[in-house]
C-alpha cells in the first residue's frame, strides 16, 4: 500500500478514535504500515482496550490491529483488590445475579465462577469484569446446568462415581 494510502488511513484511525469518549481520556497513538494498524498508549480497563480495538475494526481499510494498548492501574492491585472491584461491577450490573456468578482472580486473570443457566447472564457477567481495573483477561468457568441430567441420573452417576 502506498504512503499516501497509509497516511489517509491514518487520519481515518485518528479521526475515529477522536469520536470516541475513551481515547479522549488516553493519549492513544495510531501508526499505520500497509493497512497494518498500530495502537499505542496506556488504559485504565479491559473494556476501554476492547472498545478503541472494536472502533478501529470498522475503519474502511484496516487489515489488521496490533495488540499495543497496555492497561495500567494508578499502583499496585493486588488480586484481592481485583476480585473486590470485579465484584463490585458484577453487583452494579442488573443483568448478572451475584448469587450466580462469583469471582477468582490470579495476576489479573479474572475467573468466573458459579452456575447459571441463561448464557446472557454470564456474557454480561464477562463484559462486567471487564470493566474493573486490573484485570487483563476474563475468562468464564461457570457451570451450565445440562437439562438432560435428571435427579435420577445425577444420583446414579454420584453412586457410581461416574461424574
Known amino acids: 500500500m502506498p504512503a499516501d494510502k497509509d497516511t489517509k488511513l491514518e487520519r ?12 479522549e481520556l488516553y493519549d492513544i497513538k495510531a501508526d499505520v504500515v500497509e493497512g497494518d494498524v498500530l495502537l499505542t498508549g496506556i488504559v485504565d480497563t479491559l473494556a476501554d ?7 478501529v475494526t470498522n475503519v474502511s481499510g484496516v487489515n489488521h490491529i ?22 463490585e461491577e458484577l453487583n452494579t450490573d442488573p443483568r448478572v445475579d451475584s ?3 462469583g469471582v477468582k482472580s490470579s495476576k489479573g486473570k479474572v475467573f468466573l465462577v458459579g452456575n447459571s443457566d441463561n448464557s446472557k447472564e454470564i456474557e454480561a457477567a464477562k463484559e462486567a469484569a471487564s470493566k474493573a481495573r486490573g484485570v487483563t483477561e476474563v475468562i468464564s468457568q461457570v457451570k451450565t446446568h445440562n437439562p438432560e441430567d435428571n435427579l435420577d441420573t445425577l444420583f446414579h452417576n454420584q453412586v457410581r462415581n461416574d461424574k
Open 66 to 87: 496490533e495488540q499495543g494498548l497496555s492497561l495500567s492501574t494508578d499502583g499496585d492491585i493486588t488480586d484481592r483488590g481485583v476480585e473486590f472491584e470485579v465484584a
Open 12 to 23: 481515518k484511525v485518528r479521526e475515529a478514535l477522536d469520536n470516541n469518549s475513551e481515547s
Open 49 to 55: 482496550r476492547e472498545r478503541l480495538y472494536k472502533n
Open 99 to 101: 448469587k450466580h456468578i
